[in-house]
């Protein structure tokens, strides 16, 4: 990717510190298709950099451009149903952060959803947990999808924000999950 004209500084070292790992992990997932991984992943920077500005918000750059890459993985295997050979277990993040979040999330997450505002609880409940759908519940709560999204947004933020102080969440030089303390 040499011509970055108008590409966003954070968005470039972001791609500059993970391009080589997720194109790797691209490759060990799709077995069939040698071009495909690349292909992929100029979609994944391009995806980045139609972010702009807003991808100085992302704080886990990494996790960001793996779970567009494994979206857009998603996308293609529905679109030639079942031609692409995707290796199920293999569609995660690098092991040791992963574990890290895993834990996180059974150690403090069920405390601070307990924590957060019902409206907040409810969001993301049913949309991020139970997979609900943002239209559906749109429709089942009289709201217009992008009033979802919105707030969707913001419970997640607010949900993040109270993980973070609540349960001690440190980050390493990148912005990964370096640890935290697990709460009773």
């Known amino acids: ?21 997720l194109l790797s992990w691209l490759k060990k997932t799709i077995k069939h298709d040698n071009l495909l991984p690349e292909d992929l992943t100029q979609e994944v920077f391009l995806k980045l950099l139609r972010q702009r500005d ?30 692409v050979d995707i290796d199920e277990f293999s569609i995660e993040q690098p092991e040791d952060e992963l574990e890290l979040i895993d834990y996180l999330a059974q150690c403090c997450l069920p405390r601070v959803l307990s924590e957060i505002s019902d409206d907040d609880r409810a969001i993301l409940q049913a949309c991020d947990i139970d997979g609900m759908k943002q239209a559906d519940y749109a429709a089942q ?32 030089e990148q912005q990964h999950v370096a640890g935290f303390t697990a709460r009773d």
């Open 1 to 21: 990717m040499e011509n970055n004209v108008g590409a966003v500084p954070c968005a470039l070292k972001a791609w500059q510190d993970h391009e080589a790992e």
């Open 54 to 83: 807003g991808f100085c918000q992302v704080t886990h750059t990494k996790a960001w451009l793996f779970r567009v890459a494994k979206n857009l993985l998603i996308d293609q295997q529905r679109k030639h149903a079942g031609k």
């Open 141 to 172: 709560h009289g709201l217009t999808i992008t009033a979802v999204k919105s707030r969707l947004r913001r419970a997640r933020q607010r949900l993040q924000a109270q993980l973070q102080t609540a349960c001690q969440v440190q980050f390493d």
